[in-house]
DNA sequence: ATATTAAATGCAAAAAGTTTGCATGTAGCT
DNA sequence: AGCTACATGCAAACTTTTTGCATTTAATAT
């Protein structure tokens, strides 16, 4: 896999990794890129389609085991939904995700919530559990759905 | 499959099958009985042993296709979680369902909270959704690991 | 620059969860 | 009891995710 668009990359996305002690691969860059240009949850799948489609090719076992580390580091969530697929999304610094996917158009949005944050540590305190981490996920109809159907 | 067990079922299971217009067959029973004992969510693997354990042996398929079924009715919430498998638990009056998951000894315990609720409908709102259900998981240490740890 | 070494990647294949098609069995009704 | 539509079991397909191993690469020292 070539470097030639290493130029171009934001220095940020080297920086997050080097803060994390994470060697800058390739691949590595490619992922957190993408994540960061999506500016919502994906899929693995859909990670490696966007780096095939604007970059390279990469495997997508590659974007598992970057995942998987990513989350162990704390820089995405990934939230399993039901249909078989997990999305992931960055872990900003602008509180709790919450995850708007509507039943009829099948898009996935996320939002941030701090109070919604603060109730579920309550709720974790009640019952004796010590928070690390909440995923939320609302299911609904979207806007753009509900005026089709009407 | 036999039916020897059908006498000391309690009345209830059947009666929440008719109210919802399905047959009430063996299988059906079944789970819906595992489910109500069990007092928690349970996987699809987890129904399946539970019911051969205590009656009889049912094939996992059809769990599959009774849950999807109890779903769309509203009978059963699933939940997929990461680590590839999905927790149903049924749907009570109660509120809203929050699983506390422990990260280290992996239980899964279920709370109701009718405030978390409220608040998850106004965050859809506010995003011009209209919210059909929500899905909570909160991550952590539960009390007893919290214990062992010091 | 080059060599070194631990870590990351690619590939193939396995594993696990979930779905589908089809033949058979059964609940609910007459 | 018989009919019919629906539910189940079985086998196999399909999808997502994980694992093992050989190869490549980033970071560091030479």
Redesign the pocket.
């Known amino acids: ?1 070539q ?1 030639i668009f290493l130029l171009n990359m934001a220095i940020d996305i080297v920086k997050i ?2 803060r994390h002690d ?7 860059r490619l992922v957190l890129k993408v994540l960061v240009d999506g500016k919502k949850p994906l ?3 859909q990670i490696l389609q966007r780096i095939k489609e604007e970059y390279d ?6 974007i ?3 995942i ?2 990513f989350e162990e580091l704390g820089i995405v969530h990934s939230h ?1 939904r039901s ?4 999305l992931c999304s960055l872990i900003g610094d602008s509180g709790h995700h919450v995850l708007l996917s509507c039943e009829q158009c099948g898009k996935v949005e996320e939002c941030m919530d701090k109070e919604l944050c603060k109730k579920e540590n309550e709720i974790a305190k009640e019952n004796g559990f010590s928070p690390t981490s909440h995923l939320n996920e609302i299911i609904g109809v979207c806007e753009s759905c509900q005026l089709c159907n009407t």
């Open positions: 896999m470097s990794l080097h994470l060697r800058s691969t390739t691949a590595r899929t693995h799948k090719s990469i495997n997508l076992v590659s598992y085991r970057i998987q580390k399993s249909g078989g697929f997990t």
